[in-house]
């Protein structure tokens, strides 16, 4: 059993700063990509960030420069810094991550999701 437990979601104002987190806890041998995927109310997921397991990030154009997404693979921890946030950046907003449970077996794994808010 594997599970992501994500966390750092709040009220905010405009141009605030948020930082989620995400860790994954059970049986794990290593875990490749991780990232942030967010939904809005009436809209789709959408993407927001993925890292691969060397560090590389991938950023959704209208993130770039404003969140930056890292991650400490000791921990099995996925973080997200949000920066000059946007009533628009309202949403709840999921962690993933691809898991290698053994050589033999791999699964993607979705956290329940930690509400960000961004209102005057």
């Known amino acids: 059993q594997v599970q992501l437990v994500e966390s750092g979601g709040d009220l905010v104002q405009p141009g605030g700063s948020l930082r989620l987190s995400c860790a994954a806890s059970?049986?794990?041998?290593?875990?490749?990509?991780m990232g942030w995927y967010r939904q809005a109310p009436g809209k789709q997921r959408e993407m927001v960030a993925t890292?691969?397991?060397?560090?590389?990030?991938n950023y959704a154009d209208s993130m770039k420069d404003r969140f930056t997404i890292s991650r400490n693979n000791a921990k099995n921890t996925v973080y997200l810094q949000m920066n000059s946030l946007k009533p628009e950046d309202t949403a709840v907003y999921y962690c993933t991550a691809d898991v290698i449970i053994t050589t033999l077996r791999r699964n993607s794994y979705w956290g329940q999701g930690t509400q960000v808010t961004v209102s005057s």
């Open positions: 890292i691969t397991s060397g560090g590389s990030p």
């Open positions: 059970g049986s794990i041998f290593s875990i490749n990509a």
